[in-house]
């Protein structure tokens, strides 16, 4: 959420130049795809204690799992002038976003096991970690920067979804998780 603040003054510093951003733009922009769905999301959940993930989210999951097909299509459409020729600096940029994805959740882990929450909190943490908010990240790139640097932005839902999942699934892994699953089975 910072930014548009914080990516001028970087430019700045790091490299002497100044980028002009159209902030109150950028931020309704922002509003509209991420705060907002979320905003509407969050209040839903509350005001149903809970209700609504359990009868609204198998309905929707066909739609999500089809939105979801059509962002990663649209992303890789993006991606593949790209792709078309894969050179060392691109697998280099791959890389190093795959590996900013795994540290975001590593880090969120461990600032979640430092401050000794529960298991589910923790995994909220890790999640919330690693998932950067690639929203934002595509109205920066795509508004703001050449073609090139929408490319690292288009890619990371590419494998972000699948990394999610087996993080996931290494966190059940783990002590907290197998504790709280055996927790979870016994109030069944």
């Known amino acids: 959420r910072l930014a548009p603040f914080v990516i001028p003054l970087t430019l700045r510093l790091r490299l002497g130049s100044v980028v002009e951003m159209d902030t109150a733009a950028m ?9 907002i769905p979320a905003l509407i999301a969050m209040t839903l959940f ?14 929707l999951a066909p739609f999500a799992k089809l939105t979801m097909l059509v962002l990663v299509l649209a992303n ?3 991606c593949a002038p ?11 940029v791959i890389c190093a976003v795959f590996a900013l994805c795994l540290l975001g ?8 096991r ?23 990240g595509s109205v920066l790139a795509i508004q703001y ?18 990394t999610t999942a087996i ?8 002590k907290g998780g197998k504790e709280f699953d055996r927790q979870a089975e016994s109030a069944k």
Do not use: C, E, W
């Open 27 to 35: 931020m309704g922009d922002l509003m509209v795809m991420v705060a």
């Open 46 to 59: 509350q005001l149903s204690h809970g209700r609504v993930a359990v009868t609204v989210k198998p309905r």
């Open 76 to 78: 890789a459409t993006g």
């Open 82 to 92: 790209f792709l078309r020729s894969v050179t060392p600096a691109l697998v280099k």
């Open 105 to 112: 959740f590593f880090l969120g882990y461990r600032a979640a």
């Open 114 to 136: 430092l401050m000794k929450v529960d298991f589910p909190t923790a995994v909220t943490m890790s999640l919330n970690s690693g998932i950067r908010n690639i929203a934002a």
């Open 145 to 162: 920067f050449p073609g090139d640097v929408l490319f690292p932005v288009a890619f990371s839902p590419l494998f972000l979804q699948a």
């Open 167 to 174: 993080i996931v699934k290494i966190l059940h892994a783990t």
